[in-house]
């Protein structure tokens, strides 16, 4: 999924930031419509044939899902107190200045610390380029991550849930969340390494978290705001990591909190 690339055009939707808030460049760089994968993904060879996620025995209070993903009709805190005042209108100024600038950049595609990242203006038109995974053909709520860093004065958007291929077996993890600054989200991903990019290489760096590799794409501005994701090895599988204006530090936080007992 990715958020990144999936990855989502379109899937979520900002409630409280609902402003011009730039997320995702293949969707318009809008805020009130994204989503953190590719849908247009083409299957994998290799479907998976094992599950690691176990279904809850009921969904969440308020949780629907209308043959969509699972989402909570309002938000549910998850951590208490009051995320530091933030400038996110000045800190998306800043991003879209660098982001303007760095259009003239040449596309980035390559393979870093093992990941293999295409940029998704080339996988819009070519789809081969897209992640390969399973398609999902159903979501279960599910409890499979534990984050044992989460920024403070954050809600869920969505309960954690697994995509489910045709097979019966899970494709990724995800759960969104948001504060009154920001949208961030959290997945755990089964499919190949690859991920997306929307920048020139001179925003994609290999990175270490927690002893584990991958690849940061960006962040754009010296203050580390505005669009940023990584994707760093775990378990199985990898994680990915997305916001739309938090600053880069917070993903590496909540990157090394990440456990879990199942995968």
């Not at 309960?159 to 899970?170: F, I, L, N, R, V």
């Not at 995800?174 to 020139?200: C, D, H, R």
Request: hydrophobic share 40%; glycine share 10%.
């Amino acid at each position: 999924m990715w958020p990144l690339g999936r990855r989502f055009c379109p899937w979520f939707v900002l409630p409280l930031v609902a402003a011009a808030l730039l997320l995702f460049g293949g969707c318009g760089d809008s805020a009130t419509e994204v989503e953190p994968r590719a849908s247009g993904a083409p299957a994998s060879t290799t479907p998976l044939d094992t599950d690691i996620a176990t279904p809850l025995r009921s969904p969440s209070p308020s949780a629907y899902t209308g043959g969509a993903p699972p989402r909570y009709e309002t938000l549910v805190p998850v951590v208490s107190g009051e995320y530091p005042p933030y400038d996110w209108p000045g800190a998306m100024t800043r991003y879209e200045q660098a982001l303007a600038a760095d259009a003239a950049r040449p596309r980035f595609s390559g393979t870093v610390n093992g990941f293999r990242v295409y940029d998704q203006r080339d996988a819009f038109d070519d789809p081969t380029l897209y992640q390969k995974e399973c398609p999902a053909v159903a979501f279960e709520e599910v409890k499979l991550l534990d984050f044992g860093y989460l920024p403070p004065g954050t809600y869920a958007r969505t309960p954690q849930y697994a995509a489910k291929c045709e097979d019966g077996s899970t494709t990724w993890v995800l759960q969104e969340f948001e504060n009154p600054y920001a949208w961030f989200a959290i997945s755990y991903e089964l499919g190949e390494k690859a991920v997306e990019t929307w920048v020139s290489g001179a925003y994609v760096r290999p990175i270490s978290v927690a002893g584990h590799n991958g690849v940061a794409i960006g962040p754009l501005t010296d203050d580390g705001d505005g669009r940023s994701a990584m994707a760093v090895d775990f378990a199985s599988g990898f994680l990915i990591l997305e916001t739309n204006t938090l600053p880069f530090y917070e993903l590496e936080k909540m990157a090394e909190g990440v456990t879990c007992a199942g995968c």
